[in-house]
């Protein structure tokens, strides 16, 4: 049997982070959680995602700068990074940082599966 495809999830609200976990793990991941940008190379490094959720909003290193960090490390720049914010210009945010897509936040548990769906086929 293949090795679960690895979600990684950064975000400041626990609520965000358990609902995300439950969908996914429901739908076959394997999920890690982190309230904090900050090492993120280290952090990614560590546990080495098949995609990556960022939020805008994170204490510290914001969003924008961790993706940017993220695609600028060639070891990890591969990794499909998903911005997702409540903020209405999340698609130019998400333009802005580098990121592969965006969910905007709240999202149908749908469109969660199929964002991550469509960046891990």
């Known amino acids: ?37 900050n090492d993120i190379i280290s952090q990614v490094n560590a546990y080495t995602p098949d995609i990556i959720f960022m939020d805008n909003w994170l204490p510290d290193v914001g969003g924008i700068d961790a993706t940017k960090a993220l695609k600028g490390d060639d070891v990890l720049k591969h990794i499909p990074v998903i911005y997702f914010s409540a903020n209405n210009d999340v698609a130019s945010l998400a333009e802005q940082a580098g990121a592969d897509g965006y969910l905007s936040k709240p999202f149908d548990i749908a469109d969660l599966e199929d964002i991550v769906n469509k960046h891990l086929v």
């Open 1 to 37: 049997m293949a090795p679960l495809k690895k979600v990684f999830i950064f975000d400041d609200n626990t609520d965000i982070l358990e609902l995300c976990t439950i969908i996914l793990e429901d739908a076959g991941y394997e999920i890690k959680t982190s309230s904090t940008s």
